[in-house]
């Protein structure tokens, strides 16, 4: 049977229409994952009983990994929950972001809630979009670090502490500091504050000069930091998880909420973002301290 040229064109043009019309419908599909990220920023080795497990860099990358692997997911949202912590921990946290995004073009957006401070902030910078709160604290760059020296305790306890060291300072932190030691200190600080700065001039696209008038390591406001330039837009999550969707060019979307891993009692305390114990800071620190924090600087 002879088929005539009108059909061949027609069967074609049938054919490119529903072409279209599936990838306009696929394109605007897809899911929203929203990523939890509760408590103190802490290195793997790091997590212990008082932080509940905390931030880690391994937490996130799993969590990462898991929406680069999931073809559906076209945007990411960072929920975010955090005073800060270690800066190391910070700088490879804000790394893998940066990473997962020039690996996958998959747009991240963070959504701060009650705090997204020091750390917090850090681990925020190179998110697509920042949206806050107009109550949310946030800002905090700096960098601090604190000994506490636990001789007079020891005197009380009857107990004594013998160091044997190879190393001049090996010791610093356990007693206090000299004046040499101090500017070895003031040199790490000023050089981790530095390092802070340019985190933030970068993922925010701003100058150093201009990061360095608002790095004083006071908290802003969301409405502050939204005038400020350090954040992008006030709102709450469901702000974030829209913004993200457009982002992701999806009009019909299913939002899902990555679950903390681990044991149930780690995963209470994460989400309750409460410390085991009610600990005054002095107290918390003085415990971090047994933990292996002494004189840690973080951000």
């Not at 800060?84 to 893998?96: F, K, P, Y």
Request: glycine residues 12%; hydrophobic residues 45%.
């Amino acid at each position: 049977m002879k088929i005539k040229r009108w059909q061949i064109v027609f069967t074609i043009l049938l054919a490119l229409i529903l072409v279209v019309s599936f990838n306009g419908c696929a394109g605007g599909r897809g899911k929203v994952a929203v990523i939890p990220l509760n408590g103190t920023i802490v290195g793997t080795s790091q997590g212990g009983l008082l932080t509940g497990g905390g931030i880690t860099p391994s937490l996130v990358r799993n969590y990462l990994t898991k929406a680069k692997a999931d073809a559906s997911v076209k945007a990411v949202v960072l929920r975010i929950e955090s005073p800060g912590g270690s800066a190391a921990a910070s700088q490879e946290i804000a790394n893998e972001i940066h990473r997962f995004k020039e690996e996958t073009g998959k747009p991240v957006v963070v959504s701060m809630g009650d705090v997204a401070a020091s750390g917090g902030y850090y681990i925020s910078v190179y998110a697509d979009k920042i949206v806050a709160n107009p109550a949310t604290l946030t800002g905090s760059i700096g960098v601090i670090s604190e000994f506490i020296y636990i001789e007079g305790l020891l005197e009380k306890l009857g107990l004594e502490m013998e160091v044997v060291k190879a190393g001049e300072h090996k010791d610093m932190g356990i007693r206090p500091l000299t004046d040499e030691e101090q500017q070895i200190m003031q040199a790490i600080t000023d050089d981790l504050y530095e390092q802070f700065v340019g985190a933030v001039a970068e993922g925010r696209n701003l100058t150093v000069g201009k990061v360095k008038t608002l790095a004083t390591g006071q908290l802003y406001t969301g409405g502050q930091a939204l005038d400020l330039g350090l954040i992008d837009e006030l709102g709450d999550l469901d702000t974030a998880i829209e913004l993200a969707a457009e982002l992701g060019g999806v009009t019909t979307f299913k939002v899902e909420e990555y679950r903390i891993p681990g044991s149930w009692w780690g995963s209470l305390l994460q989400q309750a973002q409460l410390p085991l114990l009610p600990l005054s800071q002095d107290e918390f620190l003085f415990l971090r301290m047994l933990e292996g924090w002494q004189a840690m600087p973080r951000y």
